[in-house]
């Protein structure tokens, strides 16, 4: 009777060692749960599809000239609008913090400290 308990105790101390694990070594996320869901509602309407002019999510090859010219020129042509973006990317409740991280993120930077370091 008492084998099954130990065993769910046994599984939880593993998954939170693993958790502890993870955040001794990794480095701090780039978007947190807010700007996942400020992605979705903002963003990825138009960021995630293909052929419509917009740099898509992901694509490695589209977002490496728009990299080359540094990531506050990024950062200012998403709050300032650019081309057919709205300003703020339409995320008119986003602060500084949000916009950093998200363009970042849809940049495809590995970390926003990767980015304002100036990763190529
Ligand atoms: C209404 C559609 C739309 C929405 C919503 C939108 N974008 Fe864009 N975005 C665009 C288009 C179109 C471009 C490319 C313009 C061009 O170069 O022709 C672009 C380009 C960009 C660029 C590259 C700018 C550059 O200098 O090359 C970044 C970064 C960006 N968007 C971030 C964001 C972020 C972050 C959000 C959400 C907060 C967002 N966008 C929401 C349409 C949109």
Redesign the pocket.
């Known amino acids: 009777m008492l084998e099954r308990p130990i065993r769910l105790a046994a599984a939880v101390l593993f998954v939170v060692s693993l958790g502890a694990a993870a955040l001794g070594t990794a480095t701090e996320p780039l978007i947190g749960e807010r700007q996942a869901r400020?992605?979705q509602q903002?963003?990825a309407?138009?960021?995630v599809r293909p052929g419509i002019?917009?740099?898509v999510l992901g694509d490695a090859g589209e977002w490496a000239g728009?990299r080359e010219?540094g990531f506050e020129?990024?950062?200012a042509?998403?709050v300032e609008g650019?081309?057919?973006?709205?300003p703020?990317?339409?995320?008119s409740f986003?602060t500084e913090d949000d916009?950093r991280r998200?363009?970042a993120f849809?940049?495809g930077y590995a970390s926003l400290q990767a980015a304002e370091e100036g990763a190529p």
Do not use: K, N
């Open positions: 400020i992605f903002a963003c309407h138009c960021h002019g917009v740099p728009r010219q020129t990024l950062v042509h998403t650019y081309a057919g973006m709205p703020l990317g339409t995320c986003c916009l998200l363009v849809i940049a």
